[in-house]
């Protein structure tokens, strides 16, 4: 509480009302506040088991916050400089007990989450920059790099048990079945890669899509798997059928940079917008809006154990949180009303801008003000 002093007559008043405040319980919210970075973060991850967040930034410095509802309880656990250049990608360990990092310097580190400390580290681990790391279990991870070189790593041998180069461009995302024996990898070159981990054996690429492909998550009980683009479409494959796309679903965005899925059939993207759609797969619909950073491009998005709750950071240096609850709940029906092209997003959340009819409206006129304020500044 910040100290009340005053002189004179006002003594007693200011007293009674420091008591009161002190006496008054937090006020809780729907989402936790956002989290106010030193510098943008390229990527965020949430425990499996807590309310606990890890960031890295363009600085390589990765921190360690825990989140709560309640008002004013955010709290900086720890925070870890080991990498010398930006910190590309963080990841937490299945048993939630270690944080895997990776950088731009082409380091890996694998951290303590109890208390950041830096447990191991394989400092020339690519002979590229590092972009992606995925846990498959407690002790193997993979990581992809920006000259399509994906490895996989043995924590108990401390070494590497598969290494291939099958893409020509940067490895942007990767996403594992549930019994962790086939990788999939997208890629810059428009690409899908598919590789047997249990066999430690590449198995093929996908024909080459438009734009780059940015992210991949597995759907409909690992039936379908999704891949975002570039361009702003998203891929679909079946999983028996990685050689060519199945179906694709454009949406008015200008990029799909990153996606999580949120139950069987929903998706959440981030853009270059700076709008969080919700998208439904199959049948192919955007749901509306969940949230957004004004103007800003979204790097990653990370969802909460229980699903209620979404994270997303972008360039303003804020992790922000969403109120993902009412997605679980929404049917679409393979009927599809006539809408008229171009109309405005729903708000799926009371923190998505506008109430839907006037959501573009309101982000307008958020990014006039924020022109606004950046012309009449002088700083960069």
Same mark, same amino acid.
């Given at each position: 509480l910040p100290q009340v002093?005053?002189? =004179?007559? *006002? *003594?007693s008043d200011d007293e009674e009302a420091a008591e009161e405040e002190a006496g008054r319980e937090p006020r809780r919210r729907d989402t936790p506040e956002d989290?106010?970075? #030193? +510098?943008?973060?390229?990527?965020i991850a949430l425990h499996p088991a807590r309310a606990v967040l890890a960031a890295g930034d363009v600085d390589g410095d990765v921190y360690l916050y825990s989140y709560s509802c309640v008002e004013g309880e955010n709290r900086e656990l720890w925070s870890s400089g080991h990498h010398l250049k930006s910190c590309r990608d963080v990841a937490f360990s299945l048993d939630g007990q270690k944080l895997l990092t990776v950088s731009k310097d082409k380091s890996i580190h694998v951290l303590t989450v109890e208390e950041g400390?830096? #447990?191991t580290r394989f400092s020339k681990a690519h002979s590229s920059a590092l972009n992606c790391v995925l846990p498959i279990n407690d002790h193997v991870f993979a990581t992809g790099d920006d000259g399509g070189m994906l490895k996989v790593w043995d924590l108990r041998k401390g070494a590497t048990v598969l290494e291939a180069r099958q893409h020509e461009e940067y490895i942007s995302a990767m996403a594992v079945d549930s019994n962790g024996k086939l990788l999939l990898t997208a890629s810059g070159d428009g690409t899908l890669g598919v590789f047997n981990i249990k066999r430690r054996r590449f198995e093929l690429l996908s024909e080459p899509q438009n734009g780059d492909l940015?992210? /991949? /998550?597995?759907l409909k009980r690992g039936k379908k798997v999704a891949c975002g683009s570039s361009e702003g479409t998203i891929y679909l494959f079946n999983w028996d059928g990685f050689g060519a796309t199945s179906?694709?679903?454009?949406?008015? +965005? #200008?990029s799909i940079d990153c996606m999580v899925p949120i139950t069987e059939n929903i998706v959440c993207t981030g853009s270059l917008d700076g709008v969080i759609r919700a998208v439904n797969v199959l049948p192919n619909r955007v749901l509306g809006c969940v949230g957004q950073h004004t103007g800003e491009p979204i790097e990653?998005?990370?969802?909460?154990? =229980? =699903?209620q709750l979404l994270a997303s950071c972008a360039h303003d240096q804020k992790v922000k949180f969403w109120d993902i609850s009412s997605l679980a709940s929404i049917v679409v029906d393979d009927y599809r009303k006539k809408k008229k092209k171009g109309g405005p997003l729903k708000a799926l959340s009371s923190k998505a801008a506008g109430s839907g009819e006037d959501f573009f409206a309101d982000l307008r006129e958020e990014l006039e003000v924020a022109q606004e304020a950046a012309a009449g500044s002088d700083s960069d």
């Open positions: 002093c005053s002189a =004179g007559d *006002d *003594d989290i106010l970075l #030193e +510098a943008a973060a390229n990527a400390r830096l #447990e940015t992210s /991949v /998550v597995l179906d694709r679903f454009a949406l008015r +965005a #200008e990653q998005l990370a969802v909460a154990p =229980g =699903g």
